[in-house]
């Protein structure tokens, strides 16, 4: 079953970090496009991030210079490193795989607030 | 950046009712177009991508049509599962945008 399992959300303080993780099983990550997305609370869609198989990285203009997305082949999983974070950055982070076929696959989503 | 509006906003209809969301891009995306639907606490569902293609698995009263700027999503016959949100995303260019969402209420 192909699947998407997101984890590493919390609280976190202005100012802080944190790295999100996405668990794949059933493809392989390093042979996809993979993206995040985020939800702020009672808000639309926000694309975060995305990295190709050759390992190009493209962001959002929010998040450019704060945010890394990356991977592990190994572990078949996708990360996001967040430093800086904002209160703005308060949201239910999914992971998400996919491109020219849109975004087929998703996880069930990791919340991440920033709060002091 | 490529602005996506949909309209409307909220959508009031009956189960049985044909709807019809549309979606303008700022500038042209061709067919780089996709449909999310999202319910309340759960992920976003991918519906139907390149404006037209229907996603595997989605049932054949969505379909979705357009390109350039202007793109439709319609149901057919509104049935009690598609009371949902629904997005538009461009993946025509970096960064990818979504639309601001159409909310399906019931009637």
């Known amino acids: 079953e192909v699947q998407l399992v997101e984890s590493g959300g919390g609280l976190v303080q202005p100012g802080g970090s944190l790295r999100l993780s996405c668990a794949a099983s059933?493809?392989?990550?390093?042979?996809?496009?993979m993206n995040w997305v985020r939800q702020a609370p009672g808000k639309g869609l926000e694309w975060v991030s995305i990295i190709y198989s050759d390992g190009r990285t493209y962001y959002a203009d929010s998040v450019k210079g704060r945010f890394t997305i990356s991977r592990d082949n190994s572990k078949n999983t996708l990360y996001l490193q967040m430093n800086s974070l904002r209160a703005e950055d308060t949201a239910m982070f999914y992971c998400?795989?996919?491109?020219?076929?849109?975004?087929?696959?998703w996880g069930q989503g990791t919340t991440v607030t920033v709060s002091s | 950046d490529i602005q996506m509006t949909q309209s409307p906003s909220t959508l009031s209809a009956s189960v049985g009712d044909r709807v019809t969301i549309t979606c303008r891009a700022s500038q042209s995306i061709s067919s780089w177009l996709a449909w999310y639907q999202q319910k309340p606490g759960k992920a976003p569902k991918l519906l139907i991508y390149?404006?037209?293609s229907l996603e595997s698995g989605v049932p054949s009263r969505f379909s979705g049509s357009g390109s350039g700027t202007e793109f439709t999503l319609i149901i057919s016959s509104l049935q009690p599962d598609d009371f949902a949100t629904y997005y538009c995303?461009?993946?025509?260019?970096?960064?990818?945008?979504f639309g601001q969402g159409t909310k399906v209420e019931i009637k």
């Open positions: 995303q461009q993946y025509n260019s970096y960064p990818w945008t």
């Open positions: 998400a795989r996919g491109y020219f076929n849109g975004l087929d696959v």
């Open positions: 390149k404006a037209s």
């Open positions: 059933g493809f392989t990550v390093s042979g996809d496009y």
